[in-house]
């Protein structure tokens, strides 16, 4: 079992909806990470969060440290927000990242 | 600020023949990583560089070296190139490894035939 799992594998939406999605992990972490791949391949950090909440303008990402689990959501979905996002883990004392497989999202106008 | 470099962005090379992919950013971050992507699997770890002068294993280190040349360089080289290292290539920098986000090169897209 990969220590980060992330579901669904892939989501399709129409423009402005809202958007979920999660990232279960197996391990003791200091970070959660929300990456976005856009379909040219350029990877972005989103957020970096180690509790509670954070947002930055439709996007909102949020942790449950007890549960293991964070979500990423997006509000009123649009066209340009088609990408894959990825979840990564910290390791609690390390520096390197754990991956999950991504998210594939497709918003059709 | 360019902020993290690769080059070259597309490779094709013969099965054993040698290459070395380049990074470097200009953020004055202490930490460098290179990793791999593979259809179907997450970003896999190859190796990374707390600070000039170290490095360390990742996930997937066998074939690879890595050079850090100074506090803005990171190169990762393939000594004898196999068709299983045939992948998308990124590179990515951090202020350091603990408590901050990584910032990502636009990859190399490399196939070994």
């Known amino acids: 079992k990969n220590e980060v799992e992330q579901s669904p594998q892939n989501l399709t939406a129409q423009e402005g909806e809202f958007i979920t999605i999660n990232c279960s992990y197996s391990?003791?972490?200091?970070?959660l990470h929300w990456l976005q791949q856009h379909p040219g391949g350029g990877i972005v950090s989103l957020f970096m969060?180690?509790?509670g909440k954070k947002k930055h303008g439709r996007l909102i990402a949020t942790i449950n440290i007890q549960e293991k689990h964070s979500s990423l959501h997006i509000t009123a979905s649009h066209p340009r927000d088609s990408a894959v996002y990825i979840c990564a883990a910290r390791r609690s004392g390390s520096e390197k990242l754990v991956f999950g497989k991504g998210t594939k999202l497709t918003v059709n106008p | 600020n360019a902020g993290v470099t690769q080059t070259p962005k597309f490779q094709v090379l013969k099965t054993g023949q040698s290459m070395t992919l380049q990074c470097a950013q200009d953020m004055n971050h202490n930490s460098m990583y290179w990793y791999r992507q593979d259809p179907g699997m997450g970003l896999r770890l190859i190796y990374y560089s707390a600070s000039e002068g170290t490095t360390d294993k990742g996930e997937v280190p066998n074939g690879y070296n890595v050079s850090r040349l100074n506090k803005r360089e990171f190169s990762l080289r393939l000594e004898s190139a196999a068709p299983s290292q045939t992948s998308v290539y990124f590179c990515a920098s951090s202020r350091d490894g603990h408590s901050y986000e990584q910032y990502f090169g636009p990859g190399t897209r490399l196939t070994v035939t």
């Open positions: 391990v003791g972490i200091s970070a």
């Open positions: 969060l180690s509790s």
